[in-house]
């Protein structure tokens, strides 16, 4: 008996401490308690202490508990229920005393929101790894997009594992480390297309390599973006120069520190080359480290490049999840709540280096407010605002505070508060901020100053120096007709490319911020929203059913077209929230871009073409802009057939005034043949600039006094059609 005492208290249990058990990974949702499990190899009373702290408070919070009787490998879990309930990254110190051992454990865990299916952020993530704990923590954060990299060994099993995982798969291919991009490119996109949402290729400077991969991504019945990545403007531009834009319409910049003019630069460069809308991702592969007073890398990364017009955000999923959870885990997790399906409407005027985005969902905004100096009250005027909610950086709840006289004031430091509401006055005033500094850019461009219409720039300079004042609707109406203007000038070979494009451009984000500034303004449109739609949808039939009655590549019509059809969608949703003034405005913005249309189907000329393949499909080989031949030429290619046909078939350049009647007395044929020569029916219409077949007979043959049979007539149509 002796013995066998001497024996147990010789002998110490081995104990193991693990926390949240009952997760994959160390988070608690905000309806769970905090459980702790612990282990044994043997049997064991046993005693707990646990230290708990918040990395955003000071405060230790402290509990105890046991003895607890541990039997020989069992598991024995405790709920922790008067721990902390907020959200947020906690460190928690556990000890676990038993015969007088101690053993000691330091864990990082987050309690947070659970993710709704809908709820998603605009960025995108690089795994890696094959743990399947790193695709759980990215999705419980919001993420729902990942990045493999083609090159990688494990790649096509990460891809399987991502997709099995649900995630959509953003590509990216570097020519300079696979020795056969080409069959890779292939291989992958025709294995697991329905799950690839982009491609992103660094050709290493190589246009001939970029479009062999377009073409063999082409073949495999690729239709999703492809986009080039470049690490600077410089590189961009030089890829751009060589017509990088015939195989894609989206751009990555790799930069751990990405600056708004860099991105800037890069957008500017595609819109010289003709692309207006290009997509411009950003990935930072190590945004940095945390800092005490200063905002988290990876959220700051976040919002400047949604200030920036950045499309997606992506990063390294180390920044999350490393074996363990990180701070980063959290704050993604507290901003998939509050910042899904926004846009970046401006900023409010508030004293450096204090920062106040808003980003705007129809009638509801969100506020988000920080600074990297010294802590600050800083006073934000609300106006009618409605449904407030003020909550920190994990989407904690958070006292508002007095509402006096339209406005509240916060107590701003480094770690971001979230302010959100519906109307009232933060998206207005964030709105002429912004629309006084596009404006101000605008109006200050030389190159602007010397091409664009004076009336155009003196409204411009008006805008600039008073966003909000009693004549901004006048300026507003008048620029938003400056769209056909624009385009026609740039298409009639008036107006250099590069200033047409980056023109219409900056104009569509000035005239966007005016619609909001209109809703803050309070004063009703005269027209019904229904109104201004309805036109919209004319000028796109009209489009549409002249484009198809040439054979000129119309991808500027095209994007054109799917620019009109988002602005009336989101005039639509303005609508049903209750921002009516802003939904007609948004409206007539897509009335005036519809109106453009016509003069897509013009041919830019020479040296000023516009872009000559769509983004979603990249072409087989390189493709030249197609042009109608002229019609002396048209004239010799059929000299060969028409003594033995009888007739001659030439092309007519429609001019303003023309229609098909009019056509077809001028060469004295019948308004019938004439449409069906053109595949064109009565209620047709025809553009300025778009070329058409008239055949006409020669004089002396047997045609001249009688009618070419139709069946003929029909072929020569189809053919014609076909080239």
Sequence with gaps: MITSIIACCLFTAALEIDIAPDQPLPFVYTDDPLVIELRSDTAADVTVQVKIQSAHKREVIESSYGPVRLHPNGRHWQALKDLPSERGYYTANITAAAGGVATEKTVHFCRMDRVAPTQMLPLYAQVDTEDAKAFLALSAAGITTLRIDAASPSAETQLKEALAANFKAVIFLDCGRVKEPVPLADKIAGGYA????????????????????????????????????????????????????????????VSNAPVREEISAIRRIAESAGFEGWGIHVFSPDPGTASPKKLNPLM????????????????????????????????????????????????????????????????????????????????????????????????NPAPLGEVNKGSIALTVDATPKYLSGVAGSPPGMAARQRAQELASRFSGDELFQKNLPQEMMANLSSVASKPGGETIREQWLNLVRCFPV??????????????????????????????????????????????????????????????????KPHERGDWLLSEVRRL???????????????????????????????????????????????????????????????????????????????????VHTVVKGENPSVIAKKYGVSTADFLEWNDLKKSSTMHIGQKMIVRVPVKGSDDSKEEKPKETTRKKSSSRKKR
């Design 194 to 253: 329905s799950g690839i949402v982009r491609w992103e290729i660094d050709p290493k400077g190589s246009i001939e390599t970029l479009g062999m991969v377009a073409e063999a991504l082409g073949k495999a019945g690729s239709v999703v973006p492809l986009a080039i990545t470049v690490s600077n403007a410089a590189d961009f531009q030089a890829l751009m120069e060589k017509q990088a834009g015939r195989y894609a319409r989206e751009s990555v910049l």
């Design 300 to 395: 700051r990364l976040i919002f400047q490049n949604m200030m920036s017009g950045v499309l997606q955000t992506g990063f390294n999923a180390n920044q999350v999840y490393d074996t363990e959870l990180h701070e980063s885990f959290a704050l993604l997790a507290g901003l998939v709540h509050r910042l899904p399906n926004t846009h970046y409407s401006g900023v409010l005027a508030l004293p450096e280096p204090v920062m106040a985005p808003v980003f705007q969902s129809s009638s509801a905004w969100m506020l988000v407010v920080w600074t990297e100096g010294d802590p600050y009250e800083a006073t934000i005027s609300l106006g009618a605002a409605r449904e407030l909610r003020l909550t920190d950086a994990m989407n």
């Design 486 to 551: 624009l385009e026609e000038q740039w298409h009639t070979g008036k107006l250099p490319q590069a200033v047409a494009v980056t023109a219409l451009a900056d104009l569509t984000g000035l005239l966007r911020a005016l619609c909001t500034v209109e809703e803050d303004r309070g004063q009703p449109f005269l027209e019904p929203l229904q109104d201004a739609l309805a036109r919209c949808k004319e000028y796109q039939s009209l489009y549409l059913t002249g484009s198809v009655a040439t054979d």
């Design 568 to 650: 009336m969608d989101e005039a639509e949703v303005l609508a049903a929230s209750g921002a009516k003034i802003e939904a007609v405005a948004v409206a007539t913005l897509a009335e005036w871009r519809a109106r453009s249309l016509e003069f897509t189907m013009l041919t830019p000329v020479a040296g000023e073409t516009a872009p000559s393949t769509p983004a979603s499909t990249p072409p087989s080989a390189p493709a030249e802009q197609k042009t109608a031949a002229p019609a002396s030429e048209s004239s010799k290619a059929e000299s060969s057939d028409k003594a033995s046909s009888g007739y001659e078939e030439i």
